[in-house]
């Protein structure tokens, strides 16, 4: 006997019997061979390669007081993580305070006070803000690591360059949040992170980069530095930039190991010389230790320019 189609909507990604139910798909197709049996109420199709929100949209349908908090919520906000947090793959779910504890396999419940602007829908599920998240976070990492994630949050590049970006949320929003959560856990990590939180820092390694600096006492560098030529063309876009100084730091990742992008860097490096700047190269094995290489590289670069530490 031939299997009756599933609506689209609930092929895409998982989805709750509440929402097969809703769409006039009859319980015993939702027991087919086609279907995982992901939860208790939870179905995804078993072709399926979906993922973040679209595969756990269903754990915030199953009811309408779930929501995905925490480490789930930073990976549907795209949030750097770091190593001793990327690897807690249980689904993070809170309801709010007063209803039960979130039971499921698999699955980490939570009990929260969320005031209304803080839970948002976006992309198919219901989630913590921006904002909110961020502040969750804070209870779980490093002042180090909550700095990178809200440099995420908030980085934004202006239409200059080559691919503009719009922020997440603001340094204000967070501001706001942690002064309307004074006695959350964490609070005291987010309000050491939130002096350190710039507008331009496109990943984590750049944002240990700079922190490392003003760590170790040198200038803080620039964010969103665009060089442009005599005629007043964008030509380049350090990760960070000494403007006084035209040092220029650039974070190389793993991807620069590819033939081609070892080709663009050295052009780069020959342009920023041609417009007067002193490209500091750093690779990840300078932001390792205590005592990371990226400062004596870079002291070194600033004093070679005419920086003297005061």
Known sequence: MRRATLPEHLTTGSFSVRASDKAGVTRSRTLAKDLVLVSRGIRM????????????????????????????????????????????WRIHIARRRGFSFPRRVNVAGHLLTLLPEEAVEYDGVRLTSPARTWL?????????????AGDHLVCSHGPSFPVPKEALCSIEE????????????????????????????????????????????????????VVRNHFGQPVLWPDAAYLEYRVSLQYDGQYHGDPQQHLRDIDRQEKSLAHGWLEVRISKHDLEG?????????????????????
Do not use: F
């Open 174 to 225: 967070l501001i706001v949040i942690v002064g309307r959560h004074p006695g959350m856990r964490g609070v005291r990590t987010a309000r050491a992170a939130l002096e350190l939180i710039r507008v331009g820092a496109d990943s984590a390694p750049e944002t240990h980069m700079r922190v490392a600096l003003v760590y170790a006492n040198l200038p803080e560098p620039k964010l969103n530095h």
């Open 136 to 148: 969750d976070l804070a209870a779980l990492l490093s002042v180090e690591d909550l700095v990178a």
């Open 290 to 310: 205590e005592r990371p290489a990226v400062v004596h590289k870079v002291r070194r670069a600033l004093q070679s320019r005419g920086w003297r530490a005061r």
């Open 45 to 88: 199709p078993a072709a399926s390669d979906a993922s973040g929100a679209a595969a756990l949209r269903a754990y915030t349908d199953v009811d309408d007081s779930s929501i995905l908090v925490s480490l789930s919520a930073a990976r549907i906000w795209g949030i750097p993580l770091p190593a001793n947090r990327s690897g807690d």
